[in-house]
C-alpha cells in the first residue's frame, strides 16, 4: 500500500498483519511474487525515484502520484523462486534489527540505571 502523497518520506509499505487491508488514504495493491521482496524493492532509493518522476503538483511535500501512473512504473524482477530467497533474507535481517535494538535500549536503560546508582 501507497499513499499517493510524500513518497520520498516512506509513505510505502507492506501489510504484514493479516490479509486485508482497507483505508480511504492509501492505494492497496496486491503484489504477484514474495511479498516480502517486492516491499523491500519497493523502499530503495532506485524505486522512490522512479516514483517521484511521475508526481505533480504544484506544494513542496503534497506532490502526489496517481495510482495509473503507479502502475506505468516498469522494473525488472527475478523469478518467484528467487525472490522468496531474497525476501526471506531481507525478513531475517530485519528481524535481526529489530532484536539489536531491543537490546541496545535495554542496555542503555541500564547504562542509565547504573549511573543513577553511582551518583547517589
Not at 40 to 48: K, M, Q
Not at 74 to 102: A, C, F, M, W
Request: glycine share 6%; aromatic share 12%.
Amino acid at each position: 500500500m501507497y499513499s499517493s502523497n510524500n513518497l520520498e518520506t516512506g509513505s510505502i509499505g507492506l501489510n504484514k498483519f493479516g490479509n486485508a487491508t482497507i483505508s480511504p488514504v492509501y492505494s492497496v495493491f496486491m503484489v504477484n511474487g514474495n511479498s516480502d521482496f517486492i516491499a523491500g524493492l519497493a523502499t530503495t532509493h532506485r524505486f522512490i525515484y522512479e516514483m517521484i518522476r511521475f508526481r505533480q503538483g504544484v506544494v513542496y511535500g503534497q506532490w502526489r502520484i496517481h495510482e495509473s501512473d503507479f502502475l506505468k512504473i516498469k522494473y525488472y524482477i527475478p523469478q518467484v523462486l528467487e525472490q522468496e530467497k531474497i525476501g526471506n533474507v531481507l525478513s531475517e535481517l530485519d528481524r535481526t534489527i529489530t532484536l539489536h535494538d531491543r537490546k541496545l535500549k535495554l542496555l542503555r536503560s541500564m547504562k542509565k540505571a547504573l549511573l543513577q546508582k553511582m551518583f547517589i
